[in-house]
């Protein structure tokens, strides 16, 4: 679960209001959480951020996200849901919602899994977040009409004529990449099946992609990315580009010690970005580092403040000027899109 966005060891600190509210070792708070700005559906809107620690994703297999160091370790679903309960009373009590236009809600898998966010605790957040327009993140086996319907009730006061957005980390359109380079765990047509599903309940879609997962050749990476964004379009509200970055104790963090794996470049996220046929947002998390996405080092702090600085904008001309931002390092990336060879994976065991 890349996208948070997404570990809260990687969140940027310019990123928080206040970074001490991230606290990984106090089981009553959230892993992370911070208020700022983000372009939903064409409007720049006041949001605050929540990674809730859970049980953990039933699925637990993805290459490159470290969640499952971050869960509890109880199997006891009563203690679990009070665990919960302790973070949306911290919540509450740390942040004043009535600034908040809208809310965004991860976790280390699903929201919906009632297995891994208990549903008294599910509820009990619903109904503190009444009013928002909200994003919550899941996995596409965990939208039910059922759940998305009484969890949308329980937000909706007529503020907002579509108050819930279901989130899904579908990464790419291309079932292949998705089972072998991240090992997600469904298909391009279950993601579309919780499309439906979730549109009938009355809620709207937001999708995540991952740009450059293990085994792919930066042209594969891109290729990929652009041929996903074309079938996305019309298919989901909203859709975020995630670079991929390295995160702790993952088998992409294996092959990247091993010097066989670079995060994406920064030029690649430009210039998918400028080919999109429609607005992405993109928070490069650990962007100009080496876990991240990054270019040479000398230009990379000013093409990822301008990425940021798109997502909200939606200025295309910004992205223009950053592509040809000079840098020595550009003519390095265009070969590399040309000259490397697809990582020679055996098909059988």
Same mark, same amino acid.
């Given at each position: 679960m890349q996208r948070m966005a997404n570990v809260p060891t990687l969140l940027s600190a310019s990123r928080t209001n206040d970074p001490s509210v991230n606290h990984k070792s106090d089981s009553d708070r959230p892993l992370a959480a911070w208020? &700022? %700005?983000?372009?939903?559906?064409? =409007?720049?809107? $006041?949001?605050?951020?929540?990674? @809730?620690?859970?049980?953990?994703?039933?699925?637990?297999?993805?290459?490159m996200c470290s969640y499952r160091h971050e869960r509890y370790g109880t199997g006891d679903q009563g203690a679990l849901e009070a665990l919960l309960l302790?973070?949306?009373?911290?919540?509450?009590?740390?942040?004043?919602l009535a600034g908040i236009d809208a809310v965004k809600i991860?976790?280390? &898998? %699903?929201?919906?899994?009632?297995? =891994?966010?208990? $549903?008294?605790?599910?509820?009990? @957040?619903?109904?503190?977040?009444?009013?928002?327009?909200?994003?919550?993140?899941?996995?596409?086996?965990?939208?039910?009409?059922e759940g998305v319907s009484s969890f949308l009730s329980s937000?909706?006061?007529?503020?907002?004529?579509?108050?819930?957005?279901?989130?899904?980390?579908?990464?790419?359109?291309?079932?292949?990449?998705?089972?072998?380079?991240?090992?997600?765990?469904?298909s391009w047509d279950d993601f579309c099946g919780a499309v439906k599903v979730a549109r009938h309940a009355g809620a709207g879609v937001k999708a995540y992609l991952l740009a450059k997962p293990l085994f792919l050749t930066e042209g594969e990476a891109v290729s990929d990315?652009?041929?996903?964004?074309?079938?996305?379009?019309?298919?989901?509200?909203?859709?975020?580009?995630?670079?991929?970055?390295?995160?702790?104790?993952t088998e992409l963090e294996y092959y990247w010690k091993r010097g066989e794996y670079r995060p994406p470049y920064l030029w690649s996220i430009l210039s998918i970005l400028m080919e999109s046929p429609v607005h992405l947002t993109c928070d490069p998390v650990g962007g100009g580092q080496i876990r991240g996405a990054h270019n040479?080092?000398?230009?990379?702090?000013?093409?990822?403040?301008?990425?940021?600085?798109?997502?909200?904008?939606?200025?295309?001309?910004?992205?223009?000027?950053?592509?040809?931002?000079?840098c020595t390092c550009r003519e390095e990336w265009e070969y590399i899109l040309n000259a490397e060879r697809p990582y020679c994976m055996p098909l059988t065991h």
């Open positions: 208020t &700022g %700005s983000d372009r939903i559906l064409g =409007e720049i809107v $006041s949001t605050l951020t929540v990674i @809730l620690k859970t049980g953990g994703c039933e699925w637990n297999r993805c290459r302790s973070q949306v009373s911290w919540i509450r009590d740390h942040f004043p991860y976790t280390s &898998g %699903s929201l919906f899994d009632s297995r =891994e966010v208990p $549903s008294r605790a599910r509820d009990t @957040l619903a109904g503190l977040l009444r009013g928002k327009l909200v994003i919550a993140e899941t996995r596409p086996e965990y939208v039910s009409e937000i909706d006061d007529n503020s907002h004529e579509i108050p819930l957005y279901v989130a899904i980390g579908v990464e790419t359109s291309n079932d292949v990449i998705r089972e072998k380079c991240i090992n997600k765990g469904f990315m652009k041929s996903s964004i074309r079938d996305l379009s019309g298919l989901a509200d909203m859709i975020s580009l995630n670079p991929c970055t390295v995160q702790r104790g040479c080092g000398s230009c990379d702090r000013e093409i990822v403040k301008g990425i940021r600085e798109y997502s909200l904008s939606a200025d295309r001309e910004l992205l223009r000027t950053l592509f040809h931002t000079p």
